[in-house]
């Protein structure tokens, strides 16, 4: 549904190695589908992005991550980009910011 591309162009960084990142892809599927109970995902521009930002939020248990920006660099909080995954999957949380599985 994504490619390793995608991830890499999002994340900012061309040295992590495909697996890695196909590993990642892999697991926000994953989640994806448990989260919205289902067996397979509809190809929107909505799933697309939370799968980027799902897979972001699990690369980021292994790495540093930070936004590369200019001279400016930003912290990727991985709770902000699950909260944003769930807002883009239409999930409502049961409880407080989060929706754990």
């Known amino acids: 549904m994504i490619s390793v591309q995608e991830l890499r162009n999002f994340i900012n960084d061309n040295e992590l190695p495909d697996e890695t990142l196909q590993n990642c892809i892999d697991l926000a599927v994953n989640r994806a ?47 902000n980009l699950i909260a944003e995954a769930e807002r883009l999957l239409q999930l409502a949380p049961e409880k407080g910011a989060l929706l754990w599985i």
């Open 33 to 79: 589908k448990r989260l919205l109970n289902t067996e397979s995902l509809t190809d929107t521009p909505e799933v697309r992005k939370a799968l980027i930002l799902l897979a972001t939020a699990e690369l980021s248990s292994q790495v540093n991550l930070y936004w590369r920006k200019a001279e400016n660099h930003q912290v990727m909080n991985a709770k």
